[in-house]
């Protein structure tokens, strides 16, 4: 399942984004919002998440590719 979180504004993409991830329903995020696109990657790199950002035409996609803790 792909968390769609074009045209939503921070903090509600992220909060939405990481219950998605934390209820295992997503492993795939796309943003349009800088501001929530950073506070996801960085709350992912605080948590030893591995993901790979692939950019997009309309917005930027995060794929969860694993932990390393």
Do not use: H, R
């Amino acid at each position: 399942m792909i968390f769609d979180g074009k045209g939503l504004k921070c903090p509600l993409a992220f909060v939405k984004a990481k219950q998605a991830l934390m209820k295992n329903k997503s492993k795939e995020f796309l943003f349009d919002d800088d501001i929530s696109l950073y506070n996801f990657t960085s709350y992912l790199d605080n948590q030893n998440i591995l993901y790979q950002s692939i950019e997009l035409a309309d917005c930027v996609k995060i794929k969860v590719v694993g932990d390393n803790a």
